[in-house]
């Protein structure tokens, strides 16, 4: 007996069994049949926020695709399906997909999205640092031109940068999501973004004298607890972006396990005396939300 394509999780189990499963199936020839009775079936975990590199230290901070480990070990924590959620090697993200697809390696399902799209201000010569919204429309059309199917625009970002990436990828049917800190979120649903990383530590809107198109720092993160804590959560901003459909990426287990991506470079600002306000207090928000 086997499982057809067709095939569905339940409460009580697999439905779509048949004896004739296995011919619908495309089966490699020397994979392992294992007998699995008595075990729980656990469906494939789809990663919405999953990199293909990892820090590698230095000043400025630089970051390498670990092309080999990383599509093994997803898979292997049981992740089969991923979304790259910005790129620092978008050719070589773009090639491990096809050979993923092609059989030639194993590796999870993978969505690709484009390189970083940065403002003037970067922190890591890995991202492009876009020169005004002519720049950005093209590094939308040619990454999508390449297989790119989503967009992250970062920290320094302007607004009329990220209204461009916005309307340009939006033509193209793509999303857009970011990780913020120039722009607050309201003006980022205003504009018409599409996800939001990070939960709500990334959120600028909150710092006191927060200037247009400037990313305030760690004052971001530290920010949190002066709203947060307080017995009534400022839902009216929240709301703005509910009502526009523009869904948080939490990323909590990063922050909540301290992982060495936190100490440097991409989530430092989020790090250090702050990591308490995480941990306890974006959970409390997170339950607090309609």
Not at 2 to 13: E, V
Request: glycine share 10%.
């Amino acid at each position: 007996m086997g499982i057809s394509p067709s095939s569905s999780l339940r409460d009580q189990g697999l439905s779509g069994l048949s004896d004739n499963a296995p011919r619908q199936l495309r089966v490699i020839p020397t994979a392992q049949i294992l007998d699995l009775k008595g075990y729980t079936v656990l469906p494939g975990l789809v990663g919405m926020h999953d990199h293909m590199f990892f820090p590698m230290g230095g000043s400025p901070a630089t970051y390498s695709n670990m092309n080999t480990s990383f599509p093994r070990l997803y898979l292997a924590l049981g992740v089969t399906t991923i979304r790259t959620t910005g790129s620092v090697g978008p050719y070589m993200d773009l090639q491990i997909k096809k050979l993923i697809d092609s059989g030639r390696i194993i590796g999870p399902n993978m969505h690709i999205t484009g390189p970083y799209l940065e403002g003037e201000g970067g922190f890591t010569q890995v991202m492009h640092e876009l020169t005004g919204p002519d720049d950005a429309r093209r590094m939308i059309n040619f990454w999508a031109d390449q297989g790119a199917t989503s967009f992250k625009v970062y920290k320094n970002i302007t607004r009329d940068e990220l209204r461009a990436v916005v309307e340009e990828a939006h033509k193209r049917g793509l999303k857009v999501t970011g990780h913020l800190c120039s722009i607050g979120y309201r003006k980022a649903a205003e504009i018409g973004i599409d996800n939001l990383e990070h939960g709500l530590l990334a959120d600028s809107e909150f710092v006191s004298n927060k200037q247009p198109d400037q990313c305030p720092g760690p004052a971001v993160s530290r920010a949190c607890d002066g709203w947060i804590s307080t017995a009534t959560l400022p839902k009216r901003p929240f709301e703005h972006w509910w009502r526009r459909m523009s869904p948080l990426t939490s990323t909590l287990p990063v922050f909540e396990a301290e992982a060495p991506l936190t100490q440097t470079g991409i989530g430092a600002a989020e790090r250090g005396a702050e990591s308490t306000c995480i941990e306890r207090d974006e959970c409390r928000c997170a339950r607090a939300l309609p």
